[in-house]
DNA sequence: AAGTGTGAACAAGTTCACAGCC
DNA sequence: GGCTGTGAACTTGTTCACACTT
């Protein structure tokens, strides 16, 4: 039916939500492809050829209707509803991602956090009771969870997507250093700030040689 | 003079190069092609052809071995020295990011931590004094920094990234959901969990609609 | 026999350019 | 007049397939 649409399309769909979320809050009524582009640093055809591939949001000669186009993101991008998260390793970087601002807002709700540590089991963090790793499994087979965030120390990271895939959890992110296997369509996102040092100081060397 | 290499396939690079440190570590000599692609999901025309744009790091009939093309990446990205990295915003996802373990090992140390929070400066985190945000300018110009890491609240990321950029930081890892502009020749990495979840919601609604 | 290195073929993604509409 | 929507042209990136080396 509807032709495939490209993965790198469906990724700059937030970028566009986002800054439209902007733009409405500035009280912005209508926006060319053009602005947007320029805000965002990407082509004003590739913004029309994106949202092309959705529908026809706009009105030839004026531009885009902010709220209208926001709303149209929402809705593809399954904004309008709520999602269950829960995050697993609640070591420091576990705590900043259950404490992170941005997610509430956006429709993604952190209904529970799992470690392994006895000493963190039982604590309450960010009005969350930490909860025993070992009850996961049970857990997920009681209450259905949408996405899981995994930062947990690398070594136990496929194990617990594990568990999660299992239990039918589509949608994982990856903040270990290690990548993990999963069954097709499962959808899997890495955050490894270190690939991207390592990526910039490439960068870094060439421009120091030349 | 060498041809242009392509961004992606110097993003790449780190994978592989993570990989062979653990094959390394495992005691592996040899690998293959085919060894890698399947480890890391990757065909393995892809991984020759992108090793093709720096050298010739295999032989035929056996594969490459493991610590020599470990070295040889090392060069290339530039891992064979050390980084001089800072953190400016230290809140609770500074601070995990500050204590990140996997920075100091792979060349990259943080050398200075920096919030404008009057109860923090001056306070130690993992062994660093916290300065004053009002004081990079000046400590810049006393000492050069390769690396910007900014998490800081995202209205002021545009800021710092502007104090950094001037100071001749080239390369900024900003985890504030701004986007930042920057000339040319800057390198600039996002991660915005966010963003990752909303693609992901999108399979997740497309799956369950089919 | 096995597996690299690479030009050539192919696929994917981006930009152009313009007809069509407001 | 201004800006969208989109096929066509182009560019970039990936995979194939095989000559060549060990």
């Known amino acids: 039916m509807p032709i495939e649409i490209p993965d790198v399309v469906v990724d700059r769909l937030p970028l566009y939500y986002r800054l ?35 529908g026809r949001f706009g009105k030839q000669g004026r531009g885009y209707s902010v709220s209208r186009l926001q709303e149209e993101l929402k809705a593809i991008l399954g904004l309008d509803g709520r999602w269950k998260v829960i995050v697993i390793g609640i070591g420091r970087l576990g705590r900043a991602i259950a404490s992170y601002p941005g997610f509430e807002g956006q429709g993604f709700d952190v209904i529970a956090l799992y470690d392994a540590a006895p000493n963190l089991i039982g604590t309450e963090i960010e009005g969350q009771r930490v909860r025993d790793v070992t009850a996961l499994e049970d857990d997920l087979k009681k209450t259905a969870v949408d996405i899981g965030v995994v930062a947990v120390p690398g070594e136990f990271a496929q194990d617990v997507v594990d568990t999660l895939v299992d239990a039918g ?9 290690n990548r993990v296997q999963t069954p097709p369509g499962v959808e899997v996102r890495h955050i490894n700030p270190v690939l991207f040092l390592q990526s910039m100081t490439y960068h870094l060397r060439q421009r120091r040689s030349s």
Chains 1, 2 share one sequence.
């Open 169 to 177: 959890v589509n949608a994982i992110l990856n903040y270990t250093p």
């Open 20 to 54: 439209l979320s902007r733009l409405d809050a500035e009280g912005r009524a209508v926006v060319s492809s053009q602005e947007l582009g320029e805000e965002l640093g990407v082509t004003p055809a590739q913004i029309r050829k994106d949202l092309s591939y959705f």
